[in-house]
C-alpha cells in the first residue's frame, strides 16, 4: 500500500530552508500554494520558523505523527535522516536529493545503504534523486514536489521515471485544461518501483487513464505481471524512449542482433495491452480523450460536419489507422432527409452545412447514436459567425453526457471569440481538439483499446509429444557454454517435435557417398565447421545434387577449398519447392525469451522482414507475428501462387516458445531457413544453430 505516500496525513521537510530559493522551501510554498490538507513539518535545526511555519531542530522533535518526509540534504547526509526518520517511525520518505546510484561508484554504494537502512526501519523510500509525487484529491492536496505546474483535479494518473518528461506531460495537460489525479517521478527508483505504482493506481476509482513515460525497466517480469493485470482494468497510455532507430529490426543476421531492447520494451507494452504511443503530444491528446469517454465497441466512425475539408483530412487520418467509415442505414437516410437542409449531404459523414443549427446537429448525433453500425462519433465543429454556436455546443454536450459512444470533437475556432461555446464543451467533457488529424489520431487511440480489451489472446498450448528430459540430458551433458554441435541441435529439435530434413554427419567424403546413398538422391552437402558461422558465404553449401559422380566432385572440390580448417561433412535430404522462413530465439535477462519469425535464407540481413514476441507464445500470438510480415501475402497465397500451411508454421512457433521457456539455458536459437510447404504437410528445418 502506498497510502502513506500518495495520500499522507502529516508531510515532513528535512533540509526546510528560509531561502526561497531553494527545493527545501519551494516544497512548502507548493504544499501550501496547492492547499494540503494535512499539517507540514519543516526541519531545521537552525530557524523557528519555515514560510511562516513553526520548524523543528530534528525529526523527532516533531509532537505529531508524520507519514512522509522529504529529504533534501546533500547525499551524505542522507542515511543519518533515515535513521532520524526509524526512530520516529516516518512510513515513507522521498528523497530529492541526487548523487546516488546515477554518478555510480561512491553514490551506488550510499544508495545500497540507504535502502538497507530504510529496510531495517521498515521505512518505504520513493527515489532518490527524483521530484516526488502529487495528489490533486480534494480531501489531500498533496503537492509533495519541487516543480511548479499545478494541475486541475481530474482523472489521469502519470508516473514518469523521468522529472522532466513528467513535468512536460503534466504541464500540457494543464494547457490543454485537462485535469489530473496523481502524478509520481520516482527517479532511482530504488524501493518503490513502477509497477507498484501502477497496481496502486489500477485499484485507485478515481484513476480512470493511466500515462507511463519509462527509460527501462528494472523487473521486467514483474512490470509485466502488473501492467496485464492494469491495462484490463483501464487503459494504460504507454512511451518508451530511448529508441533511435526505426531499424531495430536490422542490425545483423541473428536473432540476437535483431532484437534489441528498445522494442523490447514495446512488445512488453503489447503483450500486456498497454497501449504504445511514440510522441508525447499524441499521447496527452489521447489520454484527454480517454479521461473522458468510453471505449468504442469497434472501429466504425460516425461523422458530422458543417465544413468539406476538415472531414476529408479526418477522414484519410482514419481509414489509414484501419478505422472504417460506413455507409448509413436506409432508416438513417430517412430521418436525416426529413431533418436536415435539403443541401445537406446525407451520407457518411454528414454534412450538415456551415448553416446548420443545433437542431440539426442534434438529428444527426441522435442517429448516429441509434445506428448499430456505428461504434463513435467523430464531430467537425466550425463556428460560424450566423449560427447559435453556443446552442450547438449544449446540444453535443447533452449527447455525450449520455455517454452511450465515445465522442471527440475537432472544434474549428477562434479561442478568443467563442469563449462560451469553448467552455461549455469544456465542461461537458467533450474532447476537443485544434486539429482534424490530431481529432482522429485520438479516436484512433480509443479504438485500438477497444481492440485490445476485446483481443482473443488465447492460451499457451503444451504439446504432449515433447520429450523434455532428452532435451535436459542434451543440455546437461554439455560442459562449456557456446554454440552446441549440430547432433545436439537435431536432438533437442527432435526432442521437441520440431522436424529437421534427414542428415548425416560424416568425417570423409567417402562416408559422406554411403550416407548419400542411405538419404537418398538428391542431396545437400554443407561444411560443418566451428570456423564458420554463414556455410554458403564461404562456398560451404552444395544444393540438389542429384547423382553421386555431382556429389563425388563436389565433395573433393569442398575438402580442397576448406583444407586448412577442422571441418565435417553434413550430409542433407535436398528439399524443393517450400518457402523459406526464419523462427528465432533470443534470452532477455529478467524477462525470459524473444521469438523472433521472418523471411528466412541467406538474404535475411538484407530483407530486414522480421517480427518479435516475448515467449510463451499463445497461438493468436504467433499468428499475429507472422501476419505482421511483409512475407505474409506469400505465405498465404499470392496471384494465384500457392500458400503454405500456416497453421502448421504457428505450431513450429509455439514449440520454439515451449522449448525456450523449459529450457532457459538456451540464450540464442536459429532456425533459418525452414521450409514451409503446401497446405497439410510439415514445415522443415534444414538449418539450426543453438547457443547455450
Ligand atoms: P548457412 O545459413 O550457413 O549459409 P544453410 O544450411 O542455411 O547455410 O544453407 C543456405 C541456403 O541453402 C538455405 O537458405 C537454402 O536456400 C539452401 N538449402 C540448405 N539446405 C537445404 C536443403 N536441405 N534443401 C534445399 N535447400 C537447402
Ligand atoms: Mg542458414
Not at 9 to 21: H, N, P, Q, R
Not at 402 to 421: A, E, F, H, S, Y
Not at 503 to 523: C, F, H, Q, T
Not at 582 to 611: N, Q, R, W, Y
Amino acid at each position: 500500500m502506498l497510502d502513506a505516500l500518495f495520500k499522507p496525513a502529516s508531510v515532513a521537510i528535512i533540509g526546510a530552508s528560509t531561502k526561497e530559493l531553494s527545493i527545501g522551501n519551494r516544497i512548502i510554498k507548493n504544499l501550501q500554494d496547492f492547499g494540503y490538507q494535512g499539517p507540514i513539518y519543516p526541519i531545521n535545526p537552525k530557524a523557528d520558523e519555515v514560510r511562516g511555519i513553526k520548524a523543528y531542530g530534528n525529526i523527532c522533535d516533531v509532537p505529531g505523527e508524520i507519514d512522509l518526509a522529504h529529504i533534501v540534504i546533500p547525499n551524505k547526509y542522507v542515511p543519518f535522516a533515515i535513521d532520524d526518520c526509524g526512530k520516529k517511525n516516518v512510513k515513507t520518505v522521498i528523497i530529492n536529493t541526487a548523487g546516488f546510484k546515477e554518478i555510480g561508484g561512491k553514490g551506488a554504494e550510499l544508495e545500497e545503504l540507504v535502502v538497507n537502512k530504510a529496510r531495517e526501519h521498515g521505512i518505504r523510500v520513493f527515489g532518490p534523486n527524483c521530484q516526488g509525487i502529487i495528489n490533486t484529491d480534494p480531501g489531500i492536496r498533496a503537492y509533495c514536489n519541487f516543480t511548479f505546474t499545478k494541475p486541475e483535479a481530474g482523472g489521469i494518473s502519470i508516473v514518469a521515471q523521468s522529472g522532466g518528461v513528467g513535468e512536460v506531460i503534466n504541464q500540457r495537460f494543464s494547457e490543454l485544461g485537462v485535469g489530473i489525479r496523481m502524478y509520481a517521478s520516482n527517479g532511482n527508483a530504488c524501493d518503490i518501483s513502477i509497477p507498484e505504482i501502477l497496481q496502486y493506481w489500477g485499484r485507485d476509482d478515481e484513476t480512470r487513464v493511466i500515462v507511463l513515460y519509462v527509460e527501462s525497466i528494472a523487473d521486467p517480469s514483474k512490470f509485466m505481471e502488473v501492467a496485464r493485470e492494469v491495462a484490463a482494468k483501464k487503459p494504460v497510455l504507454g512511451m518508451k524512449a530511448g529508441r533511435t532507430e526505426e531499424g531495430a529490426k536490422a542490425a545483423s543476421s541473428h536473432t540476437g542482433g535483431l532484437a534489441r531492447m528498445e522494442i523490447t520494451t514495446e512488445l512488453m507494452f503489447k503483450k500486456t495491452g498497454i497501449i504504445i504511443f511514440r510522441d508525447e503530444e499524441e499521447l496527452c491528446q489521447a489520454a484527454a480523450a480517454f479521461a473522458t469517454q468510453p471505449i468504442p465497441r469497434g472501429k466504425s466512425v460516425g461523422m458530422i460536419t458543417n465544413t468539406g475539408g476538415p472531414a476529408i483530412i479526418a477522414t484519410d487520418e482514419l481509414i489509414e489507422a484501419g478505422l472504417k467509415i460506413p455507409k448509413l442505414s436506409v432508416r438513417a437516410k430517412a430521418i436525416l432527409t426529413d431533418q436536415l437542409y435539403s443541401a445537406a449531404s446525407i451520407n457518411n459523414p454528414i454534412d450538415v452545412l456551415a448553416t446548420a443549427n443545433a437542431g440539426h446537429f442534434r438529428a444527426a448525433m441522435d442517429v448516429l447514436m441509434e445506428e448499430e453500425t456505428i461504434d463513435s462519433l467523430y464531430i467537425n465543429f466550425v463556428t460560424p459567425f450566423f449560427v447559435d454556436n453556443e446552442s450547438i455546443a449544449h446540444e453535443i454536450v447533452e449527447v455525450n453526457l449520455l455517454g452511450k459512444k465515445p465522442i471527440v470533437c475537432n472544434l474549428m475556432t477562434d479561442k478568443r471569440q467563442w469563449v462560451g461555446t469553448l467552455r461549455i464543451l469544456k465542461e461537458g467533457n467533450v474532447p476537443c481538439y485544434a486539429f482534424p488529424e490530431t481529432a482522429a489520431r485520438a479516436l484512433v487511440a480509443l479504438t485500438r483499446y477497444g481492440e485490445i480489451r476485446a483481443r482473443e489472446v488465447g492460451e499457451v498450448h503444451i504439446f504432449e509429444d515433447v520429450d523434455m528430459s532428452l532435451a535436459l540430458e542434451i543440455i546437461r551433458s554439455k560442459k562449456e557454454s557456446g554454440y552446441i554441435s549440430q547432433a545436439d541441435v537435431n536432438g533437442l529439435l527432435d526432442s521437441y517435435g520440431i522436424p529437421v530434413a534427414p542428415w548425416s554427419l560424416v568425417d570423409n567424403a567417402d562416408e559422406a557417398m554411403k550416407a548419400a546413398e542411405k538419404i537418398g538422391y538428391p542431396v545437400v552437402v554443407k561444411v560443418d565447421s566451428e570456423e564458420i558461422v554463414h556455410k554458403s558465404d564461404v562456398g560451404g553449401v552444395a544444393v540438389n545434387i542429384k547423382e553421386e559422380s555431382t556429389l563425388r566432385l563436389t565433395l573433393n572440390e569442398m575438402s580442397d577449398k576448406f583444407s586448412s580448417l577442422r571441418y565435417k561433412f553434413f550430409i542433407q535430404k535436398f528439399l524443393s519447392s517450400g518457402k523459406e522462413v526464419i523462427v528465432g530465439a533470443k534470452k532477455e535477462e529478467g524477462l525470459g525469451h524473444l521469438i523472433m519469425a521472418g523471411t528466412g535464407g541467406v538474404l535475411v540481413e538484407l530483407l530486414k522482414d522480421a517480427s518479435f514476441g516475448i515467449a510463451p507464445l499463445t497461438g493468436a500470438e504467433a499468428a499475429e507475428m507472422l501476419a505482421s510480415l511483409k512475407l505474409y501475402p506469400i505465405l498465404s497465397g499470392f496471384r494465384g501462387q500457392a500458400g503454405v500451411d500456416i497453421g502448421k508454421l504457428i505450431e513450429i512457433i509455439q514449440r520454439v516458445s515451449m522449448m525456450v521457456t523449459e529450457l532457459p539455458s538456451i540464450v540464442e536459437m536459429d532456425l533459418n531457413p525452414i521450409f514451409a510447404f503446401e497446405e497439410g504437410r510439415q514445415p522443415i528445418v534444414v538449418d539450426a544453430r543453438i547457443k547455450i
